[in-house]
C-alpha cells in the first residue's frame, strides 16, 4: 500500500502538557513519525509519498468535518497567542479557563474575543500544546488523509496516512488529546463524498475516539467504533462508554468496547472480534482505521499490554474483514518500538489481504 507522509509535521513540537499539576515534556514528539518512516523503509509496504491536494479542495474538506469558525481560529492563534504579550512566542499555548456546560453557569456564546477565553472555547485539555506550526502541520496531515482517501476511491485495497499531530480526539470545533484536525473523520467523509454509500471507522488507539464519535453521532452513513481504555479510569474521561450508541438518524451507528485498564491481547481480540461483526453488519463499503500503537505494552501512558508480534495478527484480521481500509496514525508513545510496532500492523493487513500469512 502507498503511504502518505506529512512533509510539515516537525512544524508542530510541543514543548510541555500539563499533567497532574505539572508541566511535563510531551509525549507526542516528531520523532513518532520518522521511527514509523524510517521503519517502512526498512521494510517497504510500497511508495512513500508526500500528499498532493490543491488548495481549494483541501479547504473545501476541512469545512465538511470542521467549523468555519474553529478553522479560522487555528489559521490564526499563534498571531493572536503571541499578540497576548510578546513573551509568548518563547512558550506554547495551553488553555486554562474552560467553559463549562452546566445550565446557567457559563455562556457557551460569550461574546469575548480574549485569546485566553477563545483557547477554552475551543480546547477541552491542557495537555495539547499550540505552537507556532501547528496550524500548518495539521493542515498539510489533513491532506494526507485527503490523499489516502483519493488512493481508496481510485481503487486501492489500502492506503496509510502517515501524519503527526494526530486526530481522533478533535471535533468540529474543538482541539484536545494531542489532536487538532481529525485525519480519520476527513477520510471518512472523503469517502462518503466520493461515492461510498456506507463508511465505518473502527478506532484502535487506546483512547477513546471521542472526536469521530461525536462527529457522525447523529449519521447513519457512518459507522462508528471504537476499542479503548474503559473511560471510567482512562483519558478522555467523559466519553466513550458502552451506552453510547448514537442519535437520531445515526441510532445504532456507534459501538463503544470499553475495556479494562491492563487488558491484554485475549480480551482486545475479543472485543476486535465484536467489531468487526458490527462493521460486516453494517454493510460498509471502505474502511477508515485511526491506528493507534499505545495498546502496547510498553507504552508509557497507556494501560494495555499487547506486544509487537500481536500488531501482525491485528493487521491480517483487519485484512479479512475484506474491505478497503484507510489507516490514520494517531496514538503510540513508546517511540522507539514504534516504528515496528505500526509497520507489523499494516504488513500483517498487506498478507492478509494477499490470502498469506504475515507469520509471527
Ligand atoms: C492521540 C492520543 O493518543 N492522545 C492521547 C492523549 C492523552 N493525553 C493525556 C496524557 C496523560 C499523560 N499521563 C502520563 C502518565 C505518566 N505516568
Ligand atoms: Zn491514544
Not at 469575548?112 to 477565553?117: D, E, L, M, S
Not at 469517502?191 to 461525536?214: E, I, S
Amino acid at each position: 500500500m502507498k503511504t502518505f507522509h506529512n512533509p510539515l509535521h516537525a512544524a508542530h513540537a510541543g514543548r510541555q502538557e500539563m499533567f497532574r499539576g505539572r508541566m511535563v515534556p510531551s509525549y507526542e514528539v516528531p520523532e513518532r513519525l520518522e521511527y514509523v518512516l524510517a521503519e517502512l523503509r526498512r521494510r517497504p509496504l510500497g511508495e512513500l509519498l508526500e500528499p498532493e491536494v490543491g488548495e481549494a479542495a483541501l479547504e473545501q474538506a476541512l469545512l465538511r468535518v470542521h467549523t468555519g469558525a474553529y478553522l479560522e481560529f487555528l489559521r490564526g492563534a499563534w498571531q493572536a497567542w503571541v499578540a497576548l504579550d510578546p513573551d509568548n512566542a518563547q512558550r506554547d499555548a495551553l488553555p486554562s479557563v474552560w467553559p463549562l456546560g452546566h445550565r446557567h453557569a457559563f455562556r457557551m456564546d460569550a461574546p469575548t474575543h480574549h485569546f485566553a477565553a477563545r483557547l477554552g472555547q475551543h480546547a477541552f485539555d491542557a495537555g495539547t500544546p499550540l505552537t507556532a506550526g501547528s496550524w500548518a502541520a495539521a493542515r498539510a496531515g489533513a491532506g494526507c488523509a485527503l490523499a489516502a482517501a483519493r488512493e481508496v476511491l481510485a481503487g486501492a485495497r489500502g492506503a496509510f496516512a502517515l501524519t503527526r499531530p494526530p486526530g481522533h480526539h478533535a471535533g468540529p470545533d474543538y482541539f484536545g488529546g494531542y489532536c487538532f484536525l481529525n485525519n480519520a473523520a476527513l477520510a471518512a467523509q472523503a469517502l462518503r463524498d466520493g461515492g461510498c454509500a456506507r463508511v465505518a471507522v473502527l478506532d484502535v488507539d487506546y483512547h477513546h475516539g471521542n472526536g469521530t464519535q461525536t462527529l457522525f453521532y447523529e449519521r447513519p452513513d457512518v459507522l462508528t467504533v471504537s476499542l479503548h481504555g474503559d473511560p471510567a479510569t482512562e483519558y478522555p474521561y467523559f466519553l466513550g462508554f458502552a451506552d453510547e450508541r448514537g442519535a437520531g438518524a445515526g441510532q445504532g451507528c456507534n459501538l463503544n468496547l470499553p475495556l479494562p485498564r491492563g487488558s491484554g491481547f485475549e480480551a482486545w481480540s475479543e472485543a476486535l472480534e465484536r467489531a468487526l461483526r458490527e462493521v460486516c453488519d453494517f454493510g460498509a463499503q471502505a474502511l477508515v482505521v485511526p491506528m493507534g500503537l499505545d495498546t502496547f505494552a510498553g507504552d508509557p501512558i497507556s494501560g494495555f499490554t499487547l506486544r509487537g508480534e500481536h500488531y501482525l495478527r491485528v493487521g491480517e484480521r483487519l485484512a479479512r474483514a475484506g474491505l478497503p481500509t484507510l489507516f490514520t496514525f494517531e496514538g503510540g508513545y513508546a517511540v522507539a518500538e514504534l516504528g515496528a510496532n505500526a509497520v507489523n500492523l499494516l504488513q500483517g493487513f498487506e498478507a492478509g489481504a494477499a490470502g498469506g500469512s504475515a507469520g509471527g
